[in-house]
């Protein structure tokens, strides 16, 4: 059983949060209408976070957060990358600097200043959830999870906050966190976060899936060298991905969509092949470290964003072409907020 480092486990404390949160229901969605065809399922919890015990599918652990079939096509054997050991993936949103609500099973005791309800939208392929801040009511966050219509191998999470204070916000942020445990070696995997040069409104990001959701605590990195820049296969170690970004003002009536991506394919040049066909902008691989050696299969799990103010990581153009890049994407950025009707 994986166990929270101690200075994590202290940090916890400190903020109060490690109480346990009460059970709520969750929902399964696979990447195919059919089940029993399925090769990548999704677990999400009525909260908006990853790893629901409730329709548990896998076989490495008691949730599902984002699962692989590894006995696919001919078999059903689902295993987990982001549950076994600890439930340490969530999302949470601050606004003004001193008001927070954030989802984490596990590093963060469930939901802390949110107000939520049951999903909707359930099929097989797609859950709805929405959730606002208890202590700020009109402060919105509607996660629309799917199968990408780009490549069945991600989900996408259509992520939209909207303020309707009464007030315009400043200082909109949005944190996603996983701690990686990649099958068939959970706990010690290689792990890889690419793009975070040319997404300009990433504000914070590193390798410790550890983290706090909460968008105003930031525990720091498991490893110094992985802070806000690119690298490749960073490991063996049992670590993740953090991922803060800052949207800055919402006005009164004013929404701001972008989209979070999870999948899995059975090596990396697949995997590299969704995240161009899915025009990802920032990722995250976890892959297994079996036999002491990267290999990408039998799975290299995927965890991505777009909206979030960078280009597809396929795409990223010569030195002399930035500040032409920059102008457009403070232009793409200005498009993506739309008044509420």
């Given at each position: 059983m994986k166990l929270i480092n101690s200075s994590v486990a202290a940090a916890i404390l400190a903020i109060g949060s490690i109480?346990?949160?009460?059970?709520?229901?969750?929902?399964?969605?696979?990447?195919?209408?059919?089940?029993?065809?399925?090769?990548v399922a999704l677990g999400v919890n009525d909260d908006g976070s990853l790893n629901t015990t409730t329709g548990n599918i896998v076989?490495?652990?008691?949730?599902?957060?984002?699962?692989?079939?590894?006995?696919?096509?001919?078999?059903?054997?689902?295993?987990?990358?982001?549950?076994?050991?600890?439930?340490?993936?969530g999302w949470g949103v601050s606004v003004n600097g001193t008001t927070s609500g954030y989802a984490n099973v596990s590093t963060d005791g469930g939901a802390t200043n949110l107000t939520f309800g049951a999903a909707t939208g359930v099929s097989t392929t797609t859950v709805t959830t929405m959730a606002s801040l208890t202590s700020l009511s009109g402060l919105t966050v509607t996660q629309a999870y799917?199968?990408?219509?780009?490549?069945?191998?991600?989900?996408?999470?259509?992520?939209?906050?909207?303020?309707?204070?009464?007030?315009?916000?400043?200082?909109?942020?949005?944190?996603?966190?996983m701690d990686w445990d990649i099958p068939p070696t959970e706990f010690d995997e290689y792990v890889t976060i690419k793009g975070t040069?040319?997404?300009?409104?990433?504000?914070?990001?590193?390798?410790?899936?550890?983290?706090?959701?909460?968008?105003?605590?930031d525990f720091g990195a498991r490893d110094p060298a992985t802070v806000d820049v690119d690298f490749?296969?960073?490991?063996?170690?049992?670590?993740?991905?953090?991922?803060?970004?800052?949207?800055?003002?919402?006005?009164?009536?004013?929404?701001?969509?972008?989209?979070?991506?999870?999948?899995a394919a059975g090596n990396e040049a697949d995997a590299l092949a969704a995240v161009a066909a899915a025009d990802i902008e920032l990722y995250s691989f976890g892959q297994s470290s079996r036999g002491g050696e990267i290999t990408g299969s039998p799975a290299t799990f995927i965890f991505g964003f777009s909206g979030?103010?960078?280009?597809?990581?396929?795409?990223?153009?010569?030195?002399?072409?930035?500040?032409?890049?920059?102008?457009?994407?403070?232009?793409?950025?200005?498009?993506?907020r739309r008044k509420q009707a």
């Open positions: 109480a346990a949160g009460a059970a709520h229901a969750g929902t399964v969605i696979y990447n195919n209408a059919v089940p029993a065809n399925a090769t076989s490495n652990s008691s949730a599902t957060g984002l699962a692989y079939n590894f006995g696919s096509p001919t078999a059903s054997d689902w295993r987990d990358s982001t549950s076994p050991g600890c439930f340490c993936e799917a199968v990408s219509g780009a490549t069945s191998a991600l989900f996408q999470n259509t992520v939209t906050i909207t303020n309707n204070t009464g007030a315009a916000v400043n200082d909109v942020k949005y944190v996603r966190v040069a040319t997404t300009t409104l990433l504000e914070k990001s590193h390798n410790n899936g550890f983290n706090t959701a909460n968008p105003l605590i490749t296969d960073n490991g063996i170690d049992d670590h993740g991905a953090y991922f803060r970004f800052n949207f800055g003002t919402l006005e009164d009536g004013e929404s701001y969509t972008f989209e979070v991506f999870y999948g979030v103010g960078g280009i597809p990581v396929g795409e990223v153009p010569e030195p002399g072409s930035l500040a032409l890049v920059g102008l457009a994407l403070a232009g793409l950025c200005y498009a993506r």
